[in-house]
């Protein structure tokens, strides 16, 4: 089944080298400013998510949640994170790092979109 939430290899790696320094992360993709288009990136456990959030999937082993209202905005989308030179968010892991996560998106198409329907993922 087509996946809700993939990384680039660009930000596998990113990925692989945070959970090297911190242990194992998490990431949360609220509707903030920006349209919500950097995901944040925690040490696993330490951002507790709730029913306003919905787990979208995993990328790296990594749980990625996204916020309801969110969701109910790009659910008819593929999120792709990606990591593009710059500074992350303060509470994000990659702060200081010198790179940060961004989210793009692409539409599902209707044979994709009809696998999630009947999957009951959506």
Known sequence: MISRVIATPEAQAFIELLIAKHGPVMFHQSGGCCDGSAPMCYPRGEFL??????????????????????????????????VVDGQGGMFSLEGGEGRCFLTRSRLFTDNEWAELVAAGVV
């Open 49 to 82: 998510v709730g029913s306003a959030d919905v787990l979208l999937g995993e990328i790296c082993d990594s749980p990625f949640y996204i916020g309801r209202q969110q969701y109910e905005y790009w659910k008819h989308t593929q999120l792709i994170i990606d």
